[in-house]
C-alpha cells in the first residue's frame, strides 16, 4: 500500500505532477493558495506565505536582488511589500506578500548571495535609494536615519569604506547624482562637511557630535504629550510646615538608597549621617548614603534646576559625583563608557548618551506644570541610565529639585512602595504606558506631605503605621500597602 505524501509546508505546482496536486486539492489534502502555489497547511494563508517568502521569491523570481527600501532589512516589510531587481516585468500579489520587480543591473559585487537570491551591499542600498524615488524608495530622513546607525555603531573608518564602495558601484550603474549626494551626507556624519546639508533633526544632531536614541526620543515626546494632559494639582510645601520637615532629607536619602538595594537599619543610617560613623564592613555603601544625604540636605543646590541642555548636563555629573563620592571605581560624574541594562531593560548606548538627554531636555521644555516637569525629568534620566551606577538616585534628586525649587512637596518613595514604583517605570518603558508611574508618583508625593518629620520619633511612628518599613517581597506576600497617615488618623487608628 503506497504510503501518503509528506507535503512540505509550501508547494510549487512545477515540483509536482498535475494529476498529484489535483487530486491532493480535491481530497483536501492541499488548499491552492495562488496559481501554482498550493499549501497543506490550515494555518491563515497570510501566516503561510509570510513564513515562505524566501522559497516562494526564489521559485518566482530566481537570482532576485532586494533593492529599493527592501534593501535595508533585506526582507519583506509590515505590510508585505518586497522590492527587487528582476527581469520579470509582473508584480506578484498574494495574500501578505506583494513582490514588486523593476528592471535593474542584476547581482552586484558586495551583493549578499542567499538561497536563491541576493541581498543588496548597504552601499548599494544608499545609492539605489537616493537615485529613486516615490513608495518603493526609503525618504531622505529614513537614509540619513540610516547613515547615523552606521556611523553610531561601527564608526569613521566604516563611513569611509562604504564612501569608497559607493562611487565604485554609483560609477558602474550610472547613478554618479546619487553618490554626490551621499558623499554629501557622510561628510556631515563625519563632521567634515555642514550639517545644514542633511534635513532629519536627528541627523543634525549626529553630525554637530550629539547622536541620540531615537527610540528614547519618540518615548519622551510621548510621556510629554502625557503630562502636558493631565490636570495640574499642586501641593505646595507652605513655611509654616517648615518644622514637620526637618529630617525629610535623612529620610529621602534612606529610602532612595534602600530602593538601590543600599540596605541599613535607620538607626544604622542615623549613625552614618549625623555621627560619620562609616561601618568597616561596608564604607562603600555607607558613603552612597552620605552622599545622597548630602545632596537633598543642601537647601541651595536642590533650589537649582536647568534653563537649557548645558545645564542639564551639568547639573547631572556634578550631583552625580556627590552622590558618587565614595566609589571612585564607578566615575562620579563621568558618563558611563560600557553598556548598562537591569533585566530585559536595555539603556541607552554609551555614545548616545549625551545626545539623548540633549534631545530629552529639549522634548520636555513644554512642561511647565512642577509635578509633570519632575515626573519627566526622573523618568528621562532613569531610563538614559547615563551612569555606571546611582542613576536612580541622581534621577530623584533631580525629581525633587523641581518640586523644591517651585515650593511644593518632595517625594519620597518608601520601601514598601518599591515594588510598584518600578513596576510603574517598566510600563512607561516598555509599553509607554505613563499613567502608572504619574499615579504612584502622585501618591507618593501624597504620602510624603503627611509624615511628620519633625523627629525621628514622629516621623518614624507615622512609617511604621502606614507600613512604610515593611519589605517588599513581605507586603505582596502578605497584601500589605503603603496607608496615608490621615486615613488612618480620619479612623482614629494610632
Not at 543588496?120 to 535609494?129: E, H, I, M, Y
Not at 548645558?310 to 550631583?319: A, N, Q, S, V, Y
Not at 526622573?378 to 538616585?393: I, K, L, S
Amino acid at each position: 500500500m503506497p504510503q501518503p505524501i509528506r507535503w512540505p509546508d509550501i508547494v510549487f505546482a512545477s515540483d509536482r505532477r498535475h494529476a498529484t496536486l489535483s487530486e491532493a486539492t480535491r481530497t483536501g489534502r492541499l488548499r491552492r493558495i495562488a496559481r501554482g502555489i498550493y499549501t497543506p497547511s490550515d494555518d491563515p494563508v497570510e501566516a503561510v506565505v509570510r513564513r515562505n517568502w524566501m522559497q516562494i521569491l526564489v521559485q518566482v523570481f530566481p537570482g532576485a536582488v532586494t533593492v529599493d527600501r527592501s534593501a535595508r532589512p533585506g526582507s519583506p516589510d509590515g505590510s508585505g511589500y518586497l522590492y527587487v531587481d528582476h527581469r520579470r516585468r509582473r508584480t506578484l500579489v498574494l495574500p501578505g506578500l506583494v513582490i514588486v520587480p523593476r528592471s535593474g543591473p542584476g547581482p552586484l559585487p558586495g551583493d549578499q548571495p542567499l538561497d536563491g537570491f541576493y541581498v543588496s551591499s548597504t552601499a548599494r542600498g544608499l545609492v539605489d535609494n537616493l537615485a529613486g524615488s516615490g513608495s518603493r524608495c526609503l525618504t531622505r530622513e529614513e537614509i540619513e536615519a540610516w547613515i547615523t546607525e552606521i556611523a553610531t555603531r561601527h564608526g569613521e573608518p566604516r563611513l569611509n569604506a562604504l564612501r569608497d564602495q559607493s562611487r565604485t558601484i554609483a560609477a558602474a550603474i550610472g547613478r554618479e547624482d546619487a553618490f554626490a549626494t551621499l558623499s554629501t551626507i557622510i561628510s556631515a556624519a563625519l563632521s567634515t562637511g555642514p550639517a545644514d546639508a542633511v534635513v532629519s533633526p536627528a541627523f543634525r544632531a549626529s553630525a554637530a557630535g550629539h547622536p541620540y536614541d531615537h527610540e528614547r526620543v519618540a518615548l519622551f515626546t510621548t510621556a510629554v504629550g502625557y503630562l502636558a494632559d493631565q490636570a495640574p494639582a499642586p501641593l505646595p510645601d507652605l513655611p509654616d510646615l517648615a518644622p514637620r520637615r526637618r529630617l525629610l532629607p535623612f529620610y529621602e536619602a534612606y529610602f532612595s538608597n534602600f530602593i538601590e538595594g543600599t540596605e541599613f537599619t535607620l538607626d544604622e543610617a542615623a549613625s552614618i549621617i549625623f555621627e560619620a560613623a562609616i561601618p568597616a564592613e561596608r564604607p562603600e555603601d555607607a558613603h552612597d548614603v552620605l552622599g545622597t544625604y548630602r545632596l537633598v540636605a543642601d537647601q541651595i543646590e536642590m533650589a537649582r534646576t536647568p534653563s537649557s541642555a548645558d545645564d542639564f548636563i551639568e547639573l547631572l555629573k556634578h550631583r552625580h559625583a556627590i552622590i558618587m563620592e565614595g566609589r571612585r571605581d564607578m566615575g562620579p560624574g563621568r558618563f558611563k563608557t560600557r553598556a548598562n541594562r537591569a533585566g530585559a531593560t536595555v539603556f541607552v548606548a554609551p555614545g548616545l548618551v549625551e545626545g539623548t538627554l540633549r534631545a530629552g531636555f529639549d522634548v520636555g521644555r513644554s512642561l511647565l506644570d512642577p509635578f509633570a516637569r519632575a515626573a519627566y525629568m526622573m523618568f528621562v534620566v532613569a531610563e538614559v541610565h547615563p551612569f555606571a551606577d546611582g542613576n536612580g538616585r541622581v534621577a530623584r534628586a533631580m525629581m525633587n529639585a523641581e518640586l523644591a525649587t517651585a515650593g511644593e512637596g518632595r517625594i519620597i518613595v518608601p520601601t514598601v512602595f518599591r515594588g510598584e514604583y518600578l513596576s510603574a517605570l517598566k510600563a512607561a518603558t516598555h509599553s509607554a504606558a505613563f499613567a502608572p508611574i504619574a499615579a504612584v508618583l502622585a501618591f507618593a508625593q501624597r504620602y510624603t506631605a503627611q509624615v511628620d518629620f519633625e523627629s525621628r520619633a514622629t516621623a518614624e511612628r507615622d512609617l511604621t503605621r502606614t507600613n512604610a518599613l515593611v519589605d517588599p517581597q513581605t507586603a505582596e506576600d502578605r497584601n500589605i500597602h503603603l496607608l496615608l497617615p490621615r486615613s488612618l488618623d480620619r479612623a482614629g487608628i494610632p
